[in-house]
């Protein structure tokens, strides 16, 4: 297999004596949707967050294109991008003015074009010229992945990307997402509390428990593995398991 994207080697965050992402290796190759599954405080956004560099790592390392993260974070982070659910923006610009910002920002070529573009596969036609401050959570939700898509990235993080769409939408953006990613090679990190989105979506699952990688593999592979009949039950199953200590 051909060099990973994203390497993690050993990566911890500690937060005071608290350790939210303790000790976990992984790694995210070209054209891959790894989905990062676990119960609320698992660590999941914590981990996202170290790999945009927003936060230090306690231990451990992110290569990214071979590149060390410490050492080549604007590198790295031109060819990177993000979007939650929960990010904030310059509330007081247009759908459009938010868009051709972080054009700018990224060096978009043909930014005119491309935001059109984005506005029409996102369908944000309607919310064009509206004020990003009156916007519904869900059309929020678009214009961050707008936003992200927009600047033609090589690794994507989606942190809850579909937490609040409604449904017509979700399916949408999965299939806009999976065109994506084989036309243009795109890696995905994904994060969702939605069972089924997860087991459509990735071709591979991490499921995260008190900050340790407790089950990896297929969909198929890990309740093959726990015996149950689909993911939601290994969820419910790993998610009530007592820590060990
Ligand atoms: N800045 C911080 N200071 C202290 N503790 C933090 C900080 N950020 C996160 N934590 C803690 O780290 C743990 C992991 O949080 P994180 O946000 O990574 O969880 P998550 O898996 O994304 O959960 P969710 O599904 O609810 O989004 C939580 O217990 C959280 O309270
Ligand atoms: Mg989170």
């Known amino acids: 297999m051909s060099n990973p994207i994203v390497q993690v080697r050993n990566l911890t965050k500690r937060f005071g004596d608290f350790t939210a992402v303790d000790n976990i290796s992984f790694d995210i190759h070209k054209g891959e949707i790894l989905g990062l599954l676990g119960p609320n405080g698992a660590g999941k956004t914590t981990t996202i967050h170290m790999l945009l560099g927003l936060i230090t790592p306690s231990s451990g390392t ?22 939650s659910t929960y990010i904030s923006m310059p509330f007081s610009l247009t759908v459009e003015e938010n868009l051709k910002v972080v054009a700018r920002l990224y ?22 010229t509206r004020l990003t401050r009156k916007l519904s959570s869900g059309q929020m939700s678009r214009l961050t992945l707008a936003k992200a898509l927009m600047t033609e990235p090589k690794v994507l993080f989606l ?44 071709n591979r699952i991490i499921f ?23 993911l939601e039950e290994v969820f419910l199953k790993l998610a009530r398991e007592p820590k060990a200590q």
């Open 107 to 128: 060096s978009v070529k043909n930014m005119q074009q491309q935001v059109d573009s984005i506005i029409e596969k996102l369908e944000m036609e309607d919310i064009r």
């Open 62 to 83: 992110i290569h990214m294109f071979g590149l060390d993260l410490a050492q080549h974070r604007e590198t790295i982070l031109q060819q990177v991008n993000f979007s």
């Open 208 to 230: 995260l428990q008190h900050g340790q990688i407790v089950a990896e593999g297929t969909a198929d592979q890990i309740v093959q593995r726990y015996a149950q009949r689909d």
């Open 159 to 202: 942190d809850e990307p579909t937490a609040s769409l409604d449904p017509d939408i979700v399916d949408k953006i999965k299939a806009f997402l999976k065109e994506y990613q084989r036309n243009a090679g795109l890696s995905i990190l994904y994060t969702s509390h939605n069972m089924r989105e997860m087991e459509e979506m990735s």
